[in-house]
């Protein structure tokens, strides 16, 4: 089983910074790929950034030059800058793999809450 604990949303204004953590903990080596997602009403969850154990890293095209994933140990990081109004939404940290999710168990946290104003 592994547990997920995201933190850092806040409000900001347009062009503002967060930096968003998220504590993965249970059997973390199940999790060699991590992800950052985001949702808003009455959308899908969207996977924003992701990395690899090893360092690869991938990010939406809507993210990039923006937004820095990192990981250390059992945390995974997003460095948010440049912040943009759609960027307002709920983020979560999870495998990108459905089918990783299922086998380590790892069910989604309460998210944290990024608000940006114009």
């Known amino acids: 089983q592994v547990q997920l604990v995201e933190s850092g949303g806040g409000s900001v204004q347009a062009g503002g910074s967060l930096r968003l953590s998220c504590v993965v903990s249970g059997d973390t080596s199940c999790m060699a790929i991590m992800g950052w997602y985001r949702q808003v009403p009455g959308k899908e969850r969207e996977l924003v950034a992701e990395?690899?154990?090893?360092?690869s890293i991938d990010y939406a095209d809507s993210v990039k030059g923006r937004f820095t994933i990192s990981r250390d140990n059992a945390m995974v990081y997003l460095q948010m800058n440049s912040l943009k109004p759609e960027d307002t939404a709920v983020y979560f940290c999870?495998?990108?793999?459905?089918?990783?999710?299922?086998?380590?168990?790892?069910?989604w946290g309460q998210g944290t809450q990024v608000t940006v104003s114009s």
């Open positions: 990395i690899s154990s090893g360092g």
């Open positions: 999870n495998a990108p793999d459905l089918q990783v999710q299922h086998v380590c168990g790892a069910t």
